[in-house]
């Protein structure tokens, strides 16, 4: 017997996993003594009424063996021997190109100018604790590139659920928890993501692919606009049938190499902004209406704001950006000389901070006076402001910050509170950071923030700066359907860094599509 069930229930029901099988086994007149079988398939929380309720579905066999709940039959072939094809960048987009090429029979190549996994921890100790950025191995660069050392988020506003599912259930393959495939807002934690990264490592090294890490490309062998092969470390060369290039946002040099070669790259819209942080207590009573504490069964809550403001005569668009529940503020630079933040948290959500970017969107007025940069306009803006902060913090990893209130009264506060961001804070007047097209939008969107939610402009918020890294400032242009380079063959720009992708999710779709593509114009498979 199969039974599918929507409910709307308690947390206190729906969140225990004890209460939840007694409530169903009692809601279906069930025998425990029969040991029915009972999963969740979708849950959400709805916290828009005083109480909170939970949204979920779920199936339940009493006498019947349930069917498998990861559908795709993940299957990895032998290709040590067939074509290869070269993928720069060990990220999401990486990654996930080099399990689609061995999937459609392809051998994967891949470079990374990180360090694997676990020794790249080492370095994000360094940063944090000794202020020492490695411009090859941080939480940027390194295997699994910034999805690693990342939130772990993997929800995308892409609206294809076979593709999403597919990739979740990948990750499923590789050690994430079920859990992902289940809620609607799924998250694996930046404590899990190394295991599910060096497994997927794993996948692809069994299967007979090639990943080099301390590799960093460095030219791309190009002739008569036909992409054949990549330099790195600026002396060996590698060949392949194509060249899957998914180098992430924060590959200067990567988008410095393309302009020198002409090789078409354009400017795009990007934000950026600053990492507000509360304390989590803060967020779950203003999101849960609770008077103390969100007690023992609701996760730490989250939030999503989005406004429009105006600044000289220009609409602007202000939104929070990667919210981080229960999370900590990382230094996210790639050089030393700059300051950027971002936002983890682990698979608990249990730190006592909740935190968020607070970014606002960059328009072309802004760019006037980069103009002799070209294409690489919006770049020079966002190194100008990492390198601002990186100064004003006192030239260490130290950020600058200030509280939410002081920053809206422009004044400078006499003191900060309690961080996650490890390296610490130092209290400046963020008007001396940000540029007027940032701060006054940012002023403006903060206030109307602290209307639309009670409680966020409390003296408890702070402003950390940096957020500079949302999304690139460069798009890599590449045909609608083939996904290649519209001046040169066999090149496939890939994932955030190239513009396709704004995430973790995004990233692993686009690497797939983009490893299909190269599979059918160049190796005829069907794509
Ligand atoms: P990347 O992940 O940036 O990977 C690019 C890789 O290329 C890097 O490993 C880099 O070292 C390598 N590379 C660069 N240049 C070269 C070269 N010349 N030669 C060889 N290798 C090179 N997204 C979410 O969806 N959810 C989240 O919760 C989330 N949290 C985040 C938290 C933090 C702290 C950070 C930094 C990011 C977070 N993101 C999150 C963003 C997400 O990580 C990125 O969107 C995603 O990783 C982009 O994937 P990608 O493969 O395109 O590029």
Not at 387 to 401: V, W
Request: hydrophobic share 35%.
């Amino acid at each position: 017997m199969h039974h599918t069930l929507q409910l709307t229930l308690a947390p206190e029901i729906a969140l225990d996993d004890d209460n939840f099988r007694r409530f169903v086994i009692q809601k279906l007149r069930l025998r425990e003594s029969d040991n029915p079988f009972i999963r969740k398939t979708r849950q959400s929380i709805d916290a828009r009424s005083r109480q909170v309720k939970i949204n979920v579905q779920a199936e339940v066999y009493a006498g019947e063996a349930p069917p498998a709940l990861v559908g795709t039959r993940i299957v990895y072939p032998d290709v040590s021997k067939r074509p290869q094809a070269l993928i720069v960048g060990c990220g999401p987009a990486g990654m996930f190109a080099a399990l689609r090429l061995i999937e459609l029979g392809i051998k994967p190549v891949l470079f990374e100018r990180g360090k694997d996994v676990r020794t790249r921890r080492r370095d994000l100790a360094a940063i944090n604790k000794e202020h020492y950025v490695n411009p090859e191995s941080n939480y940027c660069f390194g295997e699994g590139g910034a999805g690693t050392y990342s939130d772990g988020k993997l929800y995308t506003r892409s609206n294809k659920r076979g593709d999403i599912r597919r990739v979740l259930e990948i990750f499923v393959a590789h050690s994430a928890s079920e859990q992902i495939l289940i809620d609607t807002h799924p998250h694996i934690g930046t404590n899990k993501l190394p295991v599910v990264v060096s497994e997927m490592r794993e996948s692809i090294l069994k299967a007979g692919g090639e990943i080099h890490f301390d590799t960093k490309v460095t030219d791309l062998i190009v002739s008569d606009n036909r992409i054949t092969g990549v330099v790195t470390n600026d002396k060996d060369e590698h060949t392949g049938i194509g060249v899957i290039l998914a180098t992430g946002h924060s590959a200067r040099d990567i988008y410095e190499l393309l302009h020198a070669k002409n090789i078409l790259i354009e400017s795009k819209s990007f934000a950026m902004g600053v990492r507000i942080e509360h304390p989590q207590n803060t967020i779950d009573k203003i999101q849960y209406h609770c008077e103390t504490d969100r007690g023992p069964y609701l996760p730490a809550a989250s939030y999503s704001l989005v406004t429009q403001t105006h600044y000289k005569g220009v609409q602007r668009g202000v939104f929070s950006f990667c919210m981080c529940p229960g999370g900590f503020i990382v230094p996210a630079a790639t050089a030393p000389g700059e300051v950027v933040v971002n936002g983890m948290s682990p698979s608990r959500r249990d730190s006592p901070y909740a935190n968020s970017g607070m970014v606002v969107t960059i328009e072309e007025a802004d760019l006037a006076p980069y103009k002799d940069y070209g294409p690489m306009a919006g770049l020079q803006l966002q190194r100008e402001l990492e390198q601002a902060a990186c100064k004003l913090g006192g030239a260490t990893q130290t950020a600058p910050a200030q509280l939410a209130v002081d920053f809206i009264k422009a004044r400078t506060s006499a003191h900060l509170r309690e961080t996650s961001y490890q390296p610490g804070l130092q209290s400046v007047d963020l008007y001396d950071v940000l540029p007027g097209h940032i701060a006054f939008p940012l002023r403006d969107a903060l206030s109307d923030f602290g209307r639309k939610m009670r409680g966020y402009l409390s003296g408890d918020a702070q402003l950390i700066g940096v957020e500079s890294r949302t999304s690139s400032p460069i798009r890599v242009p590449r045909e609608r359907e083939s996904c290649e380079h519209p001046e040169i063959k066999g090149l496939f720009p890939c994932g955030e860094g190239a513009g396709y992708a704004g995430g973790i999710m995004s990233a692993a779709m686009d690497g797939e599509r983009c490893a299909e593509q190269l599979a059918k114009l160049y190796a005829g498979a069907p794509a």
